[in-house]
C-alpha cells in the first residue's frame, strides 16, 4: 500500500471516530457545533443519579455550572425531562425526586445509560 493511500485511510478512521460515539456506559452529552450535534462522552463510567431533594424538576451537578439547563434521556426506555441545574455536586448529574420521576425505570433509583443535551 502506498504511503498516500495509508495517509488516506488514516484520516479517514479519525473522522469516523470523532463524528460517531460507541459508548457501552457513561453519560453521553450532546455538543452543538454549527448546524449539527456531536456526540461527546463525558463523565464515563457515571451514572445519572437521584439526589433525593423536592421541588419542581431540577439537578445539581458537577460538571455544569449552575444555570445550564438540560435535557435528560433514559436511554433504556426513552424517557426524558428538561432541567435546570440549580448547584453544585460529586457527581456528574444528580436529579431531584421531581425530575428522576420523569424518566426513571419503575424500581430503579439510578440510569445507567443516559443521554444529557444542554439547551438553550
Given amino acids: 500500500m502506498s ?3 495509508t495517509m488516506s485511510l488514516t484520516k479517514k478512521l479519525v473522522l469516523s471516530v470523532t463524528t460517531g460515539a460507541l459508548v457501552t456506559g457513561g453519560v453521553i452529552v450532546m455538543v452543538a457545533t454549527g448546524n449539527a450535534s456531536v456526540p461527546d462522552v463525558v463523565c464515563p463510567g457515571s451514572t445519572v443519579t437521584l439526589s433525593g431533594e423536592a421541588g419542581p424538576p431540577a439537578a445539581t451537578s458537577g460538571t455544569f455550572p449552575a444555570g445550564t439547563k438540560l435535557k ?3 436511554l433504556d426506555n426513552g424517557q426524558a425531562t ?4 440549580n448547584g453544585p455536586s460529586g457527581s456528574c448529574v444528580l436529579l431531584n ?3 428522576f420521576e420523569q424518566v426513571r425505570e419503575p424500581g430503579k433509583n439510578l440510569i445507567r445509560r443516559a443521554r444529557v443535551e444542554r439547551v438553550s
Avoid at 428538561?82 to 441545574?85: D, L, M, P, S, Y
Wanted: net charge positive; charged share 25%; proline share 0%.
Fill in 3 to 5: 504511503r498516500k493511500r
Fill in 72 to 74: 435528560v434521556t433514559n
Fill in 82 to 85: 428538561t432541567v435546570t441545574v
Fill in 97 to 99: 425526586n421531581a425530575a
